[in-house]
């Protein structure tokens, strides 16, 4: 019999997706601090954190919606799922920000189909699609959920694994996504950048032509 597994957050895709220094900072280490950016992301989210259920035009909305996987070892939950008349899961994420910046969404899309994996183990129906519901422009993005998300969701469940087990933290990006990050002054990455740069400086003073 297989060994259990220790779940993986579904959000920890979307922060591996993003910076896997990131990933490992939170899931790893516990660490978190706040920005302009997740302040907004909770108020985003005060109504769709509390459970309920809706009914319109033959459309059922639940929120806060529970989520497992047990065969990739996922939990998590999704913000809204709406179920067809005929049951179809629609998981749909909420998000802030507009619409007009879907282009860097692939962590977005990611987080979203490992909620679809999870649908579909949980309730046998096939989820083909979902939704990025953008706050700020309240509209929503559909999203495909291609066999693409699908093998990328696998292969960042076995990546995520392996960085935690190795218990050691990535290389810092320190590129435009830090400058966004709420974990910059705990990660450090343009000082680390520089300490790197200047060991390789370093080893080339000794290096010589023969």
């Known amino acids: 019999m297989p060994e259990p597994v220790e779940p993986i957050p579904i959000a920890a895709l979307q922060h591996w997706c993003y910076c896997p220094r990131q990933c490992l900072l939170i899931h790893a280490e516990q660490a978190f601090a706040e920005n302009v950016h997740t302040l907004r992301g ?3 989210h005060e109504r769709v954190d509390q459970a309920g259920m809706d009914l319109r035009a033959g459309v059922r909305s639940a929120r806060a919606v529970p989520l497992w996987c047990d065969r990739l070892g996922l939990v998590g939950k999704a913000d809204v799922v709406e179920f067809s008349a005929a049951g179809t899961p629609y998981p749909v994420e909420y998000k802030h920000g507009r619409k007009g910046r879907a282009a860097k969404g692939l962590h977005d899309h990611l987080q979203l189909a490992a909620q679809a994996l999870c649908l579909e183990e949980m309730t046998g129906q096939a989820v083909p699609l979902g939704a990025i519901y953008h706050a700020s422009s309240h509209r929503r993005r559909e999203v495909v959920i291609s066999a693409e998300l699908r093998v990328l969701v696998e292969h ?4 995520i694994r392996a960085a ?3 218990a050691m933290l990535p ?5 435009s996504r830090c400058r966004e990050c709420s974990l910059i002054d705990l ?4 000082p680390l950048a520089a300490r790197e740069r200047q060991r390789a400086l ?3 003073l000794f290096l010589t032509d023969d």
Not at 156 to 159: C, K, M, R, T, W
Not at 187 to 190: G, I, S
């Open 42 to 44: 909770q108020a985003v």
């Open 156 to 159: 960042s469940v076995l990546a």
């Open 164 to 166: 935690l087990a190795a």
């Open 171 to 175: 290389e810092p990006a320190n590129d």
């Open 187 to 190: 990660c450090q990455p343009a």
């Open 202 to 204: 370093a080893a080339q």
